[in-house]
């Protein structure tokens, strides 16, 4: 794993693994590559909606359900984390999504949140560049701007190339006889 920097000539690029190297690790050094401590969704359910109970994770539940996250990704978020701890299998974590989307719901209703999104909404026509430059502009507002400014040198590159003029202008146009039948 690359350490994160703000100094890009620290990065060693070759201090990374081989490709397959995974592939001839010893298996069992992850949680999730050992056996699970949890094999049954009923358990599983139970253990994962106790420490959503718990005050500190309950608060945050609660704040980002009122955000406008949804519970569906919430529940995804829990399992996946249970999931990668070794807790159980990615077959459990898939059994209890839905009583777990239930469940935090039930907490949203319970606390009064208005506008209370369940499910993730699938957009009808997907995302448009504008939706993608707008996400873009508040999430990683670097990127948009050399986006920005390389549309802007696309765009001066295109007019000064239309403003040129052809180089073929005034060339005639080769004959299509053959030159022995041709007058001198």
């Known amino acids: 794993m690359i350490a994160r920097t703000s100094n890009p000539s620290d990065i060693d690029i070759l201090a990374r ?29 139970d253990i994962v909606s106790e ?3 718990e005050p500190s994770a309950y608060t945050n539940i609660i704040s980002l359900l009122d ?11 829990v399992t996946l984390k ?15 999504k839905p009583p777990l989307t239930a469940f935090i719901t039930d907490m949203g209703v319970e606390e009064g949140i208005e506008d209370l999104r369940v499910v993730n909404e699938i957009p009808d026509d997907g995302m448009g560049t504008e939706d993608s430059l707008h996400m873009m502009q508040q999430i990683n507002p670097k990127k948009f701007q050399q986006k920005m400014n390389a549309t ?10 239309s403003n040129l003029e052809d180089p073929d202008e005034g060339v005639q146009e080769p004959s299509r006889e053959s030159f022995l039948d041709m007058e001198v």
Do not use: H, N
């Open 67 to 77: 955000a406008g996250i949804s519970a569906e990704t919430l529940a995804s978020a």
């Open 152 to 161: 802007m040198q696309e765009e001066e590159l295109d007019e000064m190339l």
């Open 82 to 96: 249970m999931f990668s701890e070794g807790v159980f299998t990615p077959d459990i974590a898939e059994i209890i």
């Open 51 to 53: 420490s959503l109970e």
């Open 17 to 45: 693994p081989i490709p397959g190297q995974s592939l001839t690790d010893t298996a069992g050094g992850k949680p999730y590559e050992k056996p699970p401590s949890i094999v049954s969704p009923k358990q599983a359910f």
